[in-house]
């Protein structure tokens, strides 16, 4: 797992404009076994969610999305996954593009954060509208809350303006990952604000394409899930600039936050101290059989999945799994 049997290289990053160096592990994966890779007999893969023994799986451009049962104690392919044919195919009546939106588990069903019109739709359990899209705040945002207190009126004042303009300037897809936060992660940047815990029971980390804004803090109310507000920019050190970030997920047990890069096929591991302090520490290398990464989550038992956009040796795209003693 993290920096367990890597090598040291030196890798270039951009910290306040000026060129630093860094040491950082990198991390090269094995090829996954045919038996840890779910057949999708689909072109591309958008992302997927693994929820309890399950796997939502969205295909790129389709109109529906798939349910497939997960067996973690098989040990053939027919045992951990089942057959296609007993995968259940669910037609989609949103009205905006599911197959470019990242899942999210709730205890109150599902949200869909559609990661290039800046909405969230909140689905139930048996995947019907409960509330419909609704776009997501952003024009609140703030710096992040350091050990000196919060940001100035000057300082949030500045960062809302860059981000608004950098928002507008940016074509094409502007978040690419989210996931949920523990709440302990981030308590720092809420204890003075004075609002209740329940207004902000959803709490999830946001990847983002825009300039300068690349990790970001979304909170969503309980009372209606799909209410949403981007509230804070969260700071990173040391990420190379040439990553170009897709898919994000967190090893919630070690603070760990990883974010995908779908040009260069890696997985950078970032320590996430604070949303303040976020470093960047190691570097996972995908195999080549992952022909273009478009998503990744390490699920409640440390595994690895990684979901592809183009089709395989096999001619469709797969899901690659790798167990927590893997990587």
């Known amino acids: 797992m993290f920096m367990r049997n890597a090598f040291m290289v030196l890798c270039s990053f951009q910290l306040g404009g000026l060129a630093s160096a860094a040491q950082v592990s990198v991390k090269k994966l094995k090829a996954v076994s045919v038996n840890a890779a779910l057949d999708t007999i689909e072109p591309s893969v958008a992302s997927f969610l693994v929820e309890k023994e399950q796997l939502l799986v969205f295909p790129t451009g389709r109109g529906f999305f798939l349910t497939v049962p997960f067996h973690p104690q098989g040990q053939k392919k027919i045992e951990r996954f089942e057959t296609q044919l007993s995968q259940r195919r669910v037609s989609s009546d949103l009205k905006f593009n599911a197959t470019r939106s990242f899942p999210l588990g709730i205890a109150r069903g599902f949200l869909f954060f559609d990661s290039l019109e800046n909405q969230m739709v909140h689905l139930s359990k048996a995947f019907k509208v409960?509330?419909?899209e609704r776009s997501v705040v952003y024009d609140l945002i703030k710096p992040a809350a350091d050990r000196g207190g919060e940001p100035t009126w000057v300082e949030v004042q500045k960062l809302q303006g860059r981000f608004a303009s950098n928002y507008l300037a940016h074509q094409g897809e502007k978040f690419s990952g989210i996931s949920p936060v523990p709440g302990v992660w981030v308590q720092d940047q809420f204890r003075r604000s004075g609002r209740s815990k329940k207004s902000e029971q959803h709490t999830f980390l946001v990847l983002s394409r825009i300039h300068g804004f690349l990790l970001n803090l979304l909170t969503c109310?309980?009372?209606s899930p799909s209410q949403c507000v981007l509230e804070r920019a969260c700071s990173v050190r040391?990420?190379?600039s040439d990553f170009q970030?897709?898919?994000?997920t967190l090893a919630k047990d070690m603070r760990l936050v990883f974010i995908?890069?779908?040009l260069k096929n890696r997985i950078a591991v970032l320590k996430f101290h604070s949303c303040f302090d976020?470093?960047?520490a190691e570097l996972i290398e995908i195999p080549a059989q992952v022909k273009q990464l478009t998503d990744i989550q390490v699920d409640d038992d440390g595994r690895l999945w990684v979901s592809s956009r183009r089709p395989d040796d096999y001619f469709n795209a797969s899901i690659f799994m790798w167990e927590a003693k893997e990587w």
Do not use: M, Q
């Open 278 to 280: 976020v470093a960047y």
């Open 221 to 223: 109310t309980e009372e």
């Open 260 to 262: 995908g890069d779908d």
């Open 130 to 132: 409960i509330s419909p």
């Open 238 to 240: 040391g990420l190379p």
């Open 245 to 248: 970030p897709r898919g994000l």
